[in-house]
């Protein structure tokens, strides 16, 4: 289930995801990039295991926050595990916790480390009820208490490059973005790597790939690969299949045909 937070926290918080995994097994998924942070609270005794190059499985803590990921991950979900998780704005991270969003690029953050004590109330009040109005209550009380004290204008250099690439839907380079918001490439640059955490290039390539992404599940059933990937933007099918494998770790044919697919960059692998 995927839900809006309160008003006064979407400049922050793109939304919610609540997810349930009740099978009774362990599950394989996969999670890739999609431009944004987010943050992890796991319920009921519930393990993640982070599956690492060598094959092994490093459990992961209770609640964290991870960074923008180069590559994908895979992570083993054990039964009846419940989560949270809170998708941020490109900036959110930084504006909420003034956490700068290269400290943590393809790592975990343990929340405790974080928040400390104030994080335990926050589970005791989700645990305490089933009602789900209420759980997301408890989470926009949490995170209201992290807004600035004074209300701030967003940084115009980084709304303005954000609202064109995204609205754009493209690939696009520092020199075309700095021509079309009407500020240096320098400046550009700086305000990215402050608030978001990656260049605007590589955030434009992942804002590309999710249209693509779309463009995919909406026409899942024509499924004309080589239509689909003009229209998003892609030189040639070849050049498409090569950025998905590096980014998904398997044909869009693949992603099509997985069953599970618990948010678009967050599929279930079936071994």
Same mark, same amino acid.
């Given at each position: #289930?995927?839900?809006?937070? @309160? ?15 009740? /099978? #009774?097994? @362990? ?5 890739? @990039? ?22 092994? *499985? ?44 290269? %400290?943590?690029? /393809? ?24 009602? #789900?109005?209420?759980?997301? /209550? ?10 600035? !004290? !004074?209300?701030?204008? @967003? ?14 839907? $493209? ?7 700095? %021509? ?13 790597? $402050? ?7 590589? +955030? ?11 463009? *995919?599940?909406? /026409?899942?059933?024509?499924?004309? *690969? ?8 892609? +030189? ?6 090569? %950025?998905? !494998? ?26």
């Amino acid at each position: #289930m995927q839900v809006l937070p @309160a008003p006064v926290l979407r400049p922050y918080i793109k939304h919610f995801i609540l997810l349930k995994c009740t /099978d #009774m097994a @362990a599950q394989q998924f996969r999670f890739f @990039a999609d431009g944004s942070m987010s943050m992890v609270l796991t319920f009921q005794d519930s393990t993640l295991k982070l599956k690492q190059a060598n094959g092994d *499985l490093q459990k992961l803590p209770l609640g964290f926050l991870y960074g923008h990921n180069k590559q994908y991950q895979d992570v083993q979900i054990e039964i009846n595990t419940t989560l949270v998780i809170v998708v941020f704005q490109p900036a959110g991270v930084k504006s909420l916790f003034d956490l700068a969003p290269q %400290e943590i690029q /393809d790592s975990f953050l343990d929340l405790k480390d974080l928040f400390g004590s104030i994080l335990e109330d926050l589970y005791e009040k989700i645990n305490q009820t089933s009602a #789900m109005i209420q759980k997301l /209550d408890a989470l926009n009380q949490f995170f209201s208490a992290f807004l600035p !004290k !004074k209300s701030r204008q @967003a940084n115009p250099i980084l709304y303005f490059s954000l609202q064109y690439l995204i609205e754009n839907k $493209e690939e696009c380079s520092i020199a075309t973005l700095s %021509e079309k918001v009407g500020y240096s490439e320098r400046q550009i640059e700086r305000v990215f790597q $402050e608030f978001v955490g990656i260049s605007p290039k590589s +955030y434009s390539n992942i804002i590309r790939f999710h249209h693509f992404l779309s463009l *995919l599940r909406s /026409d899942s059933n024509g499924f004309n *690969l080589t239509e689909l990937c003009y229209t998003a933007g892609y +030189y040639d099918q070849s050049h498409l299949i090569k %950025e998905f !494998k590096k980014k998904v770790g398997i044909k869009p044919s693949a992603y099509l045909q997985t069953t599970q697919k618990l948010t678009s960059n967050f599929i279930e692998i079936v071994r």
